[in-house]
């Protein structure tokens, strides 16, 4: 009979640790002994508070958060935070560097320009964003008010070795939806962090934020109190109704981090994932690698046959023997294999031998 679960190589939502997909099904009806299912819990009850607060300490453990930080649970996804972060932060007339590394970065660079100016300290569009951009490469402007970057980039699969440095007193802005606690991370160089829950942490509909306090003093105009972040600070990010469940889930997620060993353990596996199968493709004669080596992603492999044809007959092969949704965005082309915390190393095993088995009959 089929496996109940299929290895799930989704850029997002993606898959989640089968634990928690337990254990989230368990409280559906009652949480705990309550005898009141986790979604039908008030947000202001004891049992949720528990929650909200238990992921807010986890978080602070897991990923080291220095003190004079926020740890905030917000909404609208990654793409609100694109609006949301120049409408507090860049003033009329000041300007904001971004690093245009992806589709990403130039959809947040898109919503900053509402604001103020847009300096594009660097761009690998020429490139199909192909790779990130070395330091060398990168010009600021002369008085930026933060710096913007996507530490991994989706759909072309790259990702930042490591953060950039922000000149002067500007602060490091970074949108980690496909990165975030994937490896360790060091948030003291950032004044701001944020991340749609749903590739590493939980379900679509919660955002996370990690925010340096003193930078609320430098809100530059009056914004609606849903996209001011002092009120989800002021607030406990309990201002209005919070996706509860997704921060239910995500508590979960990060309990099962903590028990995998941390950020440095799920780093190490992700590295290995990963290696595994760029070292595959490097050796293959019919599958090549589309990111430039330094930029690889850890996250999302993006790969091609450089043929149409082959890519949608490789699909075709892989998702009939239960490898799904391992077709690359359209602007890229050929196939994107997403291997986040979730996702289990036997299922990189398994899409290696399905390539081996499909590279012998196809020949390059
Ligand atoms: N930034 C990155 C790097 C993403 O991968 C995505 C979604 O895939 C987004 C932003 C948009 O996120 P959301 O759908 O949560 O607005």
Redesign the pocket.
Known sequence: SAPLRHYNFS??PAVLPESVLEEAGRNLMSLGDTGVGIMEHSHRGKPFVAIIERAEALIRKIANVPDGYSVLFLQ?????Q?AMCPMNFLPDGGTADYLMT?S?SK??GKEAKLFGKVHTACSSEATNFDRIPSPAETTYSDDPAYVHF?S????FGTQFPTEPTPPGDAFLVC????DIFSRPVDVSKYGLLYA?A??NLGP?GV?LAILRNDLLERKCREVPAMLDYKTYVEGQSLYNTPPTFGIYVLMLVLEWIEKEGGLSAIGERNEAKATKLYDYLDSSKLFKPTAAKGSRSLMNVCFVTGNEETDAAFIKYADERGLKTLKGHRSVGGMRASLYNAFPPAGVDKLIEAMQEFESTHAA
């Not at 949108?175 to 496909?178: I, V």
């Open positions: 850029a997002g609208g996804g990654a793409s609100l694109f992806g990403w959809k947040a996507t991994n980039n989706t759909i949108d980690a939806s496909s749609g749903q590739k679509s955002t």
